[in-house]
């Protein structure tokens, strides 16, 4: 019966601490998946491998004495055997070294499987092959908005593992923002809880806003005349076109503030960024000499 090395099993030495252990796990669980790997035999193979390794080491006891009977589980059970004639004997008091053990995987999927080497050095005493209850897999989706559609709550349908899913996407929603529908992952197995749907949210850059937050930024180009003398002037807005009132001498980098005229806060009803139009000017072109006499005459009175 070939032994089966668990810290080789996971890519780690005998030194490692259960940090070390969950970290090794996830990873390899993860690769090696049956969900992921359909129809692969040996990935199969060393899943199982992997659920037992981690079995026995994130669990003190049960890795204490892995370490002492693990390469030497034959001569182990030869010991133990001694020692349990040794008791009858009434030379001694000490029980079987693995008594009491009681195997419960934590792990997130069960093959129903056990390798050998399991099943001989702990199956007959502690009920090997008992199937728990385990968690199903968790799933991961992405949602691509405009940042209009980010900009007002809306119901979103749309397919994960072959499942129909609608949610409703509240105003306010950020790029990268992460939501979890609990229960929507994989069916678990033997009983077990289903998995979580992990879903990502992608907000596509706008050419005619830069987002900060809840506020907006955009550009406002005002022709030489209206900067000196003022007037009105349009911004764009995301809910349409708005006009705002230019003050005389207006310099160029001038920042309006449009207050509430941004996007909504997230869960936050009534509530609203603002929009501000940074002010570029725009010198004429293509000068008539009427009008390049008329600002000479200007910079002349300046002077």
């Keep these: 019966m070939a032994f089966l090395d668990y810290y080789n099993v996971l890519g780690l030495d005998k030194s490692a601490s259960q940090d070390d252990i969950k970290k090794a796990y ?3 669980a993860r690769k090696y998946h049956p969900d992921l790997n359909p129809n692969d035999d040996e990935a199969k193979k060393k899943f199982q491998e992997i659920n037992e390794a ?12 892995y370490d002492q009977y693990g390469e030497n589980w034959k001569h182990g059970e030869e010991h133990q055997k001694a020692q349990q004639q040794y ?8 029980q079987n070294p693995f008594e009491g053990f009681d195997f419960d995987y934590s792990g997130n999927y069960d093959t129903g499987e056990y390798s050998d080497f399991f099943e001989q050095m702990f199956g007959s005493r502690f009920g090997g092959g008992r199937k728990s209850a385990f968690r199903g897999q968790d799933l991961n989706a992405e949602i691509n908005l405009t940042l209009k559609e980010a900009s007002t709550t809306h119901q979103r349908t749309f397919t994960v593992n072959g499942k129909n899913i609608r949610i409703t996407i509240p105003a306010g929603t950020q790029n990268g923002q992460k939501i979890r529908l609990k229960g929507q992952g994989t ?9 979580d749907l992990y879903i990502t949210f992608t907000v596509a850059a706008d050419p005619r806003f830069q987002r ?6 955009t550009k406002l180009e005002l022709d030489l005349y209206t900067a000196l003398l003022g007037g009105n002037a349009i911004v764009n807005s995301l809910d349409g076109q708005i006009s705002v009132k230019i003050k005389p001498e207006t310099q160029n980098g001038t920042k309006i503030r449009l207050k509430e ?10 509530k609203f960024g603002d929009l501000y139009a940074e002010i570029t000017i ?22």
Excluded: H
């Design 54 to 65: 981690n079995e026995v080491l994130t669990d003190p006891e049960k890795r204490k004495k």
């Design 282 to 303: 725009k010198n004429p072109k293509n000068l008539s000499e009427e009008e390049k006499n008329l600002f000479q005459q200007l910079s002349d009175l300046r002077k």
């Design 87 to 94: 008791s009858r004997q009434g030379r001694g008091g000490t």
């Design 212 to 217: 900060k937050g809840d506020d907006l930024y």
């Design 26 to 28: 996830r990873k390899r």
């Design 187 to 195: 069916a678990g197995a033997n009983g077990g809880p289903k998995g």
């Design 261 to 270: 005229k941004g996007l909504p806060v997230y869960k936050q009803e009534g």
